[in-house]
């Protein structure tokens, strides 16, 4: 696609019930990322992924959260049980290669009642 | 970890002024640093990078200028603009696999 699409653009969820946010990448991107930005807040990283290989998990912040991504095509962020602070926009980003600069979807706001 | 942080979370300007957004960054290690811009309710959009081995980068309006010694970043954006209106974050990494970014600086373009 032209851009990075994110979808849903937002969600409303009761605590304790579980999400799926999807991220379609730019075709060709191999790099994919995963941040969170909470209300006023920086970006907070997630998770990466790069091609085939295995994906740095170091930002997540709890086992409630995982991520998928086949290949370079469309990842999953997964969060299990939401809480409360789990209310925020989930950005998704990739890019072609490493270390270059990202480009981001619109963001998953996400909302927990 | 590493830590960014911006000078000043709030910034006014007259349209057609000029603006410089501040950054200062903690990790020696950085080696690749991008502005962003994030309007209200989109994505942070690039806007400019530039690269440990430069100093200075211009673009179209905006010059990125490194100053390593001192860890500190800035942004210059020529003859603002209100579409110039948005939050602009500074991200700096040291590896490739992720970047660390700031609060973001608010920046008001006055009509």
């Known amino acids: 696609g032209a851009g990075v699409s994110q979808s849903p653009s937002n969600k409303v969820t009761e605590k304790g019930k579980d999400v799926e946010l999807r991220c379609d990448p730019i075709s060709g991107h191999t790099a994919l990322y995963w941040y969170r930005q909470r209300l006023g807040q920086g970006l907070e990283f997630l998770i990466y992924f790069q091609g085939n290989s295995a994906p740095d998990k170091s930002g997540l912040p709890s086992d409630r959260f995982s991520a998928e991504r086949t290949g370079e095509s469309v990842s999953t962020l997964t969060i299990q049980r939401t809480q409360q602070e789990d209310s925020a926009v989930y950005l998704c980003?990739?890019?072609?290669?490493?270390?270059?600069?990202?480009?981001f979807g619109s963001g998953t706001r996400l909302t927990v009642v | 970890g590493e830590s960014v942080g911006l000078h000043l979370p709030t910034l006014s300007v007259q349209e057609g002024d000029n603006s410089i957004i501040n950054c200062a960054y903690s990790n020696s290690a950085s080696d690749y640093f991008i502005w962003y811009k994030q309007e209200s309710g989109k994505g942070p959009q690039f806007i400019i990078d530039?690269?440990?081995?430069?100093d200075k980068r211009q673009g179209q309006r905006v010059t990125v200028l490194l100053n390593k010694t001192v860890k500190h970043l800035s942004l210059q954006i020529a003859a603002t603009q209100p579409g110039d209106s948005a939050v602009y974050f500074c991200a700096e990494s040291d590896t490739g696999n992720q970047f660390y970014f700031g609060t973001g600086t608010s920046l008001t373009v006055i009509p």
């Open positions: 530039i690269r440990s081995n430069m």
């Open positions: 980003a990739s890019s072609l290669v490493r270390g270059s600069g990202y480009t």
